[in-house]
């Protein structure tokens, strides 16, 4: 319905107290037949003046609403670069999920710090971060097996994270791995790399 060149998320973190900072914008590039996010990239691959507007949209929504905690706000970029809000989960969420090694502070911390009226922790990445969701391969149900995880564990910068789902099902979310990098681009190479090794199978 909207023709639309990229998917862009922004996390803002507000405390009790309102202190409020955001996450960096991120990417989302998505699965074609299951419409589920395959990776996000951070630092979004945009012009500085887009992230700045999609950061601002993203503060004045949770000063609007008075959240405490996490905000996750998506949002489409158009092709004449209107950012236009789809999507907001007041919680921590999958576009976060790189800043556990990528961050700071990560997501998750920021979350438990705001709800409890604690100053909030550095937002800003140390390096270059892409979540690649770890999903059920087609043709697959039954016990969960993940083919060639082994391999990943070796390469430098890839961590794995498994949700500990015992059944696996075609696109069921059953994990995710992050790839830290200095260089977006190299990560997102890397990135390509984990997702053609591991498989979730049965």
């Given amino acids: 319905m909207i023709p639309f060149k990229k998917e862009l998320a922004v996390i803002v973190c507000r405390n009790v107290s ?25 630092p979004a691959r945009i012009e500085e003046s887009v992230a700045e507007k999609a950061r601002a949209i993203a503060l004045t929504l949770s000063v609007k609403f ?6 996750a706000v998506e949002m489409f970029q158009t092709e004449d670069n209107q950012l236009l809000v789809n999507e907001i989960a007041p919680r921590p969420h999958n576009s976060g999920h790189y800043s556990i090694e990528a961050s700071y502070t990560s ?12 100053p909030l922790g550095d937002t800003n ?39 500990g789902k015992k059944q696996t099902r075609p696109f069921r979310k059953m994990g995710h791995v992050t790839i ?6 190299e990560a997102r190479i890397l990135a390509e790399k984990v997702k053609n090794t591991i498989r979730v199978i049965s």
């Fill in 18 to 42: 309102g202190e409020i900072k955001t996450y960096p914008v991120v990417e989302m590039e998505f699965h074609p037949e299951a419409n589920q996010v395959e990776y996000v990239i951070c």
């Fill in 66 to 71: 008075e959240h405490v905690g996490l905000l």
């Fill in 107 to 118: 997501q998750f911390e920021n979350h438990l710090r705001a709800i409890l009226d604690l």
């Fill in 125 to 163: 990445s140390k390096v270059a971060g892409i979540m690649v969701n770890l999903t059920g391969e087609e043709g697959f149900s039954g016990n969960v097996k993940y083919e060639n995880i082994e391999k990943i564990l070796g390469w430098s910068g890839v961590t794995p994270h498994i949700y």
């Fill in 180 to 185: 830290v990098n200095e260089s977006v681009n």
